[in-house]
């Protein structure tokens, strides 16, 4: 008998050949090597030797005899655990999933040993969750120490994939899973299983299951259960082992994004003091640890914003350590998340923004928005959402203008400039709402910080006219008076639209397919027909920019009411405003009064007292007196 490696080597690479004969013979030959133990053991370990035994075993249709000889050989193999395990690398997961299956509990272990360790693809996932996920979740309730901990590890890779997770929570998973983290208690188990458990269900959660009808015990209690949610929440404690609560962390995430969840999270959060926590765990050196716990903040920002922000301020190095903390020279996910969390706490919380600016972090903002203006965002997936969140931060410090500091701190920036370049410089939706919404609240202060120009008055007329005939022969001009805000008015002084020359950009806006882009911008411009301003003369500023056609294209290529009221409002300024080349634009847009005719038929209170007066005033319809709608 031929029984040298290399012999065995050469015979295998013969199954390649092109001539059928010697590919035959090769088979012949390799099937009574199989039948000996030892060489079933060389032949699985000649390197590519299974991977085309199960190549010719699949080509049935090219060569039915080769087909049926490799199967027999195969078969021959699978006495050594070692070959199931190379079959089940090279695709062919069938003897392994038999043996866990059927075989005694050392071979279950072995086999679901393999399961962990062996890299599967998304299809042989849902394959294996299918065959065998009773099974494994049976040895993780009654096995011992080592097989439940080949269990776990296997049961966490068929997780992984959404078609396998769901399959397992057929099979009865989640309670295992559940009691495994509450309840059970192991000792002397070198494994932590409530870590294995925890990280299971988190794939499970995130493969976004309906998670309303899940019950975690027999005592009837569902997976949003204040019991439930109160155990996972008790679990995330500095102290946890960092593994175990980056998974918690990822269970809490999947169940705060579901609408009927999240009362519950926000009232156990509330009712535990959990936020001391989550917000510790912030300064947390792991990296996933942090991003995990920020991103859970972000989406209970919302809920309870104010909470967080006394929280944070309270926090050593914070928040401050959450912009200045993270220098790196590429950009990192947790800066994103970073940048993003500091963006959604309530924007006008002013101890929060006077905390920011205490702490120096706004010349870090606007130098890193600028560098990352010029680099570009291709250069780090989480550049575009770092962007995002740093022109956010800028934005809510123009809703506390009334603090003289952040006053101060929005004239030295020239916040004004500053978001109408982003305007322009721009692609992303979200920086243009942004940047909109920024000079908004800019130009809502502007007609209280534009003072017309202080003329002193002259002791007498004699230094009075002596006065105007100096003035009369100097070169130096007057101080030009603003015609919409009518006093000294500047980009950075007073935030002025006008001087700034946002009012182009914002106007571009209005083209935008973004509904969100074109209403922020709309509500800035709406700001320059303030009863507050000089209207006629923003009339006229606009005009001349064709604001018209701009606000007449929104209300033909969108259909949201919101959009509707504020162009309705502003085609009206016009008309009342513009004189008679406004009224002619407005009257010769022939989509107009069909728009106008469906609000007035179907739109909601204001939106068809709007257009009822716009109708008025075209004498679609008879003049009406008054109105009492709002913007």
């Not at 290399?6 to 199989?34: D, W, Y």
């Not at 009362?263 to 792991?286: C, D, F, G, Q, R």
């Not at 100097?474 to 603003?482: F, I």
């Not at 162009?567 to 300024?573: A, H, L, Q």
Request: hydrophobic share 40%.
């Amino acid at each position: 008998m031929i029984a040298q490696m290399a012999n065995i080597s050469t015979v295998i690479k013969m199954l390649s050949s092109g001539h059928q004969p010697i590919r035959h013979a090769a088979l012949m030959l390799l099937l009574e090597f199989s039948r000996s133990q030892l060489l079933c053991q060389k032949i699985g370990s000649v390197p590519g030797g299974i991977l085309m035994l199960i190549r010719s075993k699949y080509n049935q249709s090219v060569d039915a005899f080769s087909s049926e000889k490799a199967d027999e050989i195969l078969r021959n193999l699978e006495r050594s655990p070692e070959n199931i395990k190379h079959m089940a690398e090279n695709g062919l997961l069938d003897p392994l999933l038999n043996h866990l299956t059927e075989g005694s509990e050392e071979i279950q272990m072995e086999m679901a040993g393999y399961l962990g360790e062996i890299a599967l693809g998304n299809d042989s996932k849902t394959y294996v969750a299918e065959r065998a996920s009773p099974t494994l979740i049976q040895m993780v309730h009654r096995g011992n120490t080592l097989s439940r901990s080949a269990a776990f590890k296997a049961l966490a890779q068929i997780s992984s994939y959404s078609p396998g997770a769901k399959i397992l929570t057929k099979a009865g998973i989640i309670q295992v899973m559940a009691e495994e983290m509450f309840t059970r208690r192991i000792y002397n188990e070198p494994m932590n299983s409530k870590n294995e458990a925890a990280a299971i269900l988190a794939n499970i959660f995130e493969s976004g299951i309906e998670f309303q009808n899940l019950q975690v015990n027999t005592h009837g209690h569902k997976l949003t259960s204040d019991y439930v949610l109160y155990n996972i929440i008790h679990m995330v404690k500095n102290s946890t082992p960092e593994e175990l609560n980056i998974n918690l962390l990822r269970i809490l995430l999947s169940l705060v994004k579901d609408p009927n969840s999240i009362n519950n999270i926000v009232s156990v959060v509330k009712e535990s003091e959990a936020s001391y926590t989550l917000i510790e765990l912030i300064n947390n050196p792991h990296e996933e640890l942090g991003v995990a716990a920020i991103k859970l903040l972000i989406e209970l920002s919302p809920h309870m914003g104010h909470t967080f922000v006394e929280r944070l301020c309270k926090t050593r190095g914070q928040p401050e350590s959450l912009i200045l903390g993270l220098k790196t020279t590429q950009i990192s996910e947790r800066q994103a998340v970073s940048a993003k969390f500091l963006a959604k706490l309530p924007h006008q919380n002013l101890t929060l923004n006077l905390a920011l600016l205490r702490n120096n972090t706004v010349p870090t903002v606007v130098q890193t928005i600028n560098q990352i203006q010029m680099t570009g965002t291709r250069k780090s997936r989480y550049a575009s959402a770092y962007l995002e969140g740093l022109v956010a931060i800028l934005v809510r410090f123009t809703t506390t203008l009334y603090e003289p500091e952040i006053l101060s701190l929005a004239r030295n920036y020239n916040f004004t400039l500053l978001f109408t370049e982003l305007l322009m410089k721009t692609s992303s939706d979200e920086i243009q709402r942004l940047s909109a919404i920024g000079l908004e609240n800019l130009s809502e202060e502007s007609i209280s910080l534009s003072k017309p120009p202080q003329i002193k008055k002259s002791k007498s007329l004699k230094k009075a006219l002596h006065k105007f005939l100096y003035l009369g022969s100097s070169k130096k001009r007057k101080e030009p008076v603003c015609p919409v805000h009518r006093g000294a008015c500047s980009s950075q002084n007073t935030f002025c639209l006008v001087d700034a020359k946002a009012v182009e950009r914002l106007l571009a806006c209005l083209d935008s397919e973004n509904v969100v882009v074109v209403g922020a911008a709309l509500s800035a411009i709406c700001t320059l027909l303030d009863d507050k301003v000089d209207v006629e003369k923003s009339v006229s500023i606009l005009s001349e920019l064709n604001a018209v056609r701009h606000v007449l294209n929104v209300v033909k290529e969108h259909r949201e009411e919101g959009l509707w009221q504020k162009s309705f409002w502003v085609i009206e300024r016009f008309l009342m405003k513009g004189g008679d080349k406004s009224a002619s634009d407005i009257s010769q847009d022939r989509l107009l009064p069909a728009t106008l005719i469906s609000a007035f038929h179907h739109g909601n209170g204001n939106t068809r007292q709007m257009a009822e007066k716009i109708l008025s005033l075209l004498n679609k319809v008879p003049s009406i007196p008054t109105s009492s709608y709002t913007l």
